[in-house]
């Protein structure tokens, strides 16, 4: 395929380092500023941290790309309160018309300087609760899928807030969009995760879990990480 221009330039760039306590457990959500760039090595983004390298950060996940638009969504369903806007997700790199049905588990991309590829959606969790004071906003992202996706770095350098993002290369028939629906159906079906499980590209902790499914023929719990220990805010 011919490489294909997906956005002609970022709506912003963000990173920050401050771990602070969010409701009784620490978190680095709402600690991102805007930055000019961004200094992308394979493992991490200088002046970048997360509070639980366990389940965020790692070498499948080291930059959290996020369309702008989705807040406006949220806000329409009452989900944000206030003045919150990016980068309250916790994202390094914002953009307008682009959203996870355009980009593929997989997709090889160049920004700039930088080769990354896409991973995985973000699987939400019980802090974006905290972050935007909604018992149920980790559950809303689930069901509408307005998530973003994750990055692992091909080639490390340094972004710039102008730079155009390109897709150079596609290498799976599953969005982002869909990747979601199958990863968190309802009902188990062991088909549905083989297919997204031989998606090339996808994070090894998203196919370690499809795979104890199709072993074990059962979905794991959600409840823990959309809710975190206790369900009152």
């Known amino acids: 395929m011919k490489a294909q221009v997906l956005v002609e330039q970022m709506s912003a760039l963000y990173c920050g380092a401050e771990i602070v306590q969010l409701g009784g457990v620490q978190s680095g959500i709402g600690q991102k500023a805007v930055a000019t760039e961004l200094v992308v090595g394979?493992?991490?983004v200088d002046g970048d941290a997360q509070?639980?390298?366990?389940?965020?950060g790692g070498l499948d996940r080291v930059l959290h790309h996020f369309p702008r638009e989705h807040y406006s969504q949220y806000r329409r369903w009452d989900l944000i309160s206030g003045l919150k806007d990016a980068p309250a997700?916790?994202?390094?790199?914002?953009t307008v018309g682009l959203d996870e049905s355009q980009v593929n588990i997989g997709d090889i991309i160049q920004i700039g300087a930088v080769k990354l590829q896409v991973t995985q959606p973000r699987s939400p969790c019980f802090k974006l609760n905290l972050q935007f004071e909604h018992q149920d906003f980790a559950l809303a992202m689930q069901q509408s899928g307005r998530c973003g996706w994750f990055?692992?770095?091909?080639?490390p350098g340094t972004i710039y807030a102008n730079d155009t993002i390109v897709l150079v290369e596609r290498l799976s028939e599953i969005s982002i969009a869909q990747a979601?629906?199958?990863y968190f159906l309802a009902e188990f079906d062991a088909e549905q995760y083989q297919r997204l499980a031989a998606c090339p590209g996808l994070a090894t902790s998203w196919i370690n879990s499809l795979q104890r499914r199709i072993d074990h023929h059962i979905i794991e719990d959600w409840n823990m990480r959309l809710y975190g220990p206790n369900k009152q805010i």
């Not at 997700?89 to 914002?94: R, T």
């Open 151 to 155: 990055y692992r770095v091909l080639e």
């Open 180 to 182: 979601m629906k199958i």
């Open 42 to 44: 394979t493992a991490r």
């Open 89 to 94: 997700m916790g994202e390094n790199i914002s």
């Open 51 to 56: 509070a639980d390298p366990k389940h965020h």
